[in-house]
T-cell receptor, first 111, second 116 residues
Framework: DAKTTQPPSMDCAEGRAANLPCNHS???????VYWYRQIHSQGPQYIIH???NNETNEMASLIITEDRKSSTLILPHATLRDTAVYYC????????????FGTGTRLLVSP | ETGVTQTPRHLVMGMTNKKSLKCEQH?????MYWYKQSAKKPLELMFV???????ENNSVPSRFSPECPNSSHLFLHLHTLQPEDSALYLC???????????????FGPGTRLTVL
């Protein structure tokens, strides 16, 4: 599986957009980019995933660069409840998923 | 509510005890997972069951014994644990597919285990 690199922590003001970057320069053609988050002491929560096109759902937007070597998760209007650790994971999208979690980015949303 | 439940939510046990963690998913998925999250460490995959067969065992010590009696239930049997096994144990499920398609994992709330 391709390795990902994320900043250890980020801050964001409530109501502003939070842009969380992820580098995955060794990603292969059939690997998807997945984002999960983990609010303190809870199980991780799936956010979004994509292959090469930008994706948007009710939680967030995912922007993947044309060369697919990096991506950005965007929370358009961050709230205090978005404070969590955000994980970027690269994985093929078939069969069962063996997710390899790194240390992620700890996002702190402040009033 | 993610459709994945875990019981108990908290467990304290001695090193000589035998206990079991239970996970149940109500999503119709065919793959289930156990993860361990120790303090200040990333989640570690322990076991994977796909179609009720164990397909992954990440070098987990034998004092942890998984069981998957059907596609909706997953157990983790614990015996003679060590204090360093204290952690948050998370269960997840997904729909294993042969082709491309949404394949996200849904996690339960976890069991906070303390070994004295």
């Amino acid at each position: 599986d391709a390795k990902t690199t994320q900043p250890p922590s980020m801050d964001c003001a409530e109501g502003r957009a939070a842009n969380l970057p992820c580098n995955h320069s060794t990603i292969s053609g059939n690997e998807y980019v997945y984002w999960y988050r983990q609010i303190h002491s809870q199980g991780p929560q799936y956010i979004i995933h994509g292959l090469k096109n930008n994706e948007t759902n009710e939680m967030a937007s995912l922007i993947i660069t044309e060369d697919r070597k990096s991506s950005t998760l965007i929370l358009p209007h961050a709230t205090l409840r978005d404070t969590a650790v955000y994980y970027c994971i690269v994985r093929v999208n078939t069969g069962f998923q063996k997710l390899v979690f790194g240390t992620g980015t700890r996002l702190l949303v402040s009033p | 509510e993610t459709g994945v439940t875990q019981t108990p939510r908290h467990l304290v046990m001695g090193m000589t005890n035998k206990k079991s963690l239970k996970c149940e998913q109500h999503l119709g998925h065919n793959a289930m997972y156990w993860y361990k999250q120790s303090a200040k460490k990333p989640l570690e995959l322990m076991f994977v069951y796909s179609l009720e067969e164990r397909v992954e065992n990440n070098s987990v010590p034998s004092r942890f014994s998984p069981e998957c009696p059907n596609s909706s239930h997953l157990f983790l049997h614990l015996h003679t644990l060590q204090p360093e096994d204290s952690a948050l144990y998370l269960c997840a499920s997904s729909q294993a597919r042969g082709g491309a398609g949404p394949n996200e994992q849904f996690f339960g709330p976890g069991t906070r285990l303390t070994v004295l």
